[in-house]
T-cell receptor, first 113, second 114 residues
Framework: DGGITQSPKYLFRKEGQNVTLSCEQNLNHDAMYWYRQDPGQGLRLIYYSQIVNDFQKGDIAEGYSVSREKKESFPLTVTSAQKNPTAFYLC????????????FGQGTRLTVV | GQQVMQIPQYQHVQEGEDFTTYCNSSTTLSNIQWYKQRPGGHPVFLIQLVKSGEVKKQKRLTFQFGEAKKNSSLHITATQTTDVGTYFCAGAPRPSGSARQLTFGSGTQLTVLP
């Protein structure tokens, strides 16, 4: 089945540690995105990538990093520089741009302990 | 920057009652999308509106795009317990094509009481 897969579903991190969230898609989509969701708030864009080996900062990129070495994969690293990393992280993909619908993964809930 | 406001933030309805959520943008939009997120789940695309004044229906759901392309609404007729979830609008300002510019509203969390 085609889709977008995020792992792990739940992640616990100690303060001061970096952690990487995985996102894989087999939809052959060019564009991939990372969003952060906090309770009572909408989705805020962290990073996006329109093509392989290229990515752009979103509205809240500070404390995060990404790579896009393969079309299928767009991992997100939450670094120790992120002041408040506890949140629900959603990865999405689309055919390109945002005139096309976005397909979301199941999400990763990150908790800093 | 662009802002997309969505109201109400929460809505409790009795099963069978109607429900409406409203989305307002600070800038003219090229298109608007609607998503539904079930509790504990991820957003799922519902529909996209592109034309000024456009109205689309999906069974009990009616979506409207304002004449000025700055506001939109989602109306659910005779809610059912399966409608529970958070409904998000997401707008892209003119010109379209930049993923960075898709801005999500804060969502309306719908609770349907049986």
């Amino acid at each position: 089945d085609g889709g977008i897969t995020q792992s792990p579903k739940y992640l616990f991190r100690k303060e001061g540690q970096n952690v990487t969230l995985s996102c894989e898609q087999n939809l052959n989509h060019d564009a991939m995105y990372w969003y952060r969701q906090d309770p009572g708030q909408g989705l805020r864009l962290i990073y996006y990538s329109q093509i392989v080996n290229d990515f752009q900062k979103g509205d809240i990129a500070e404390g995060y990093s990404v790579s896009r070495e393969k079309k299928e994969s767009f991992p997100l690293t939450v670094t120790s520089a992120q002041k408040n990393p506890t949140a629900f992280y959603l990865c999405a993909s689309s055919m390109g741009g945002f005139s096309a619908e976005a397909f979301f993964g199941q999400g990763t809930r990150l908790t800093v302990v | 920057g662009q802002q997309v406001m969505q109201i109400p933030q929460y809505q409790h309805v009795q099963e069978g009652e109607d429900f409406t959520t409203y989305c307002n943008s600070s800038t003219t939009l090229s298109n608007i999308q609607w998503y539904k997120q079930r509790p504990g789940g991820h957003p799922v695309f519902l529909i996209q509106l592109v034309k000024s004044g456009e109205v689309k229906k999906q069974k009990r759901l009616t979506f409207q795009f304002g004449e000025a392309k700055k506001n939109s609404s989602l109306h659910i007729t005779a809610t059912q317990t399966t409608d529970v979830g958070t409904y998000f609008c997401a707008g892209a300002p003119r010109p379209s094509g930049s993923a960075r510019q898709l801005t999500f509203g804060s969502g309306t969390q719908l609770t349907v009481l049986p």
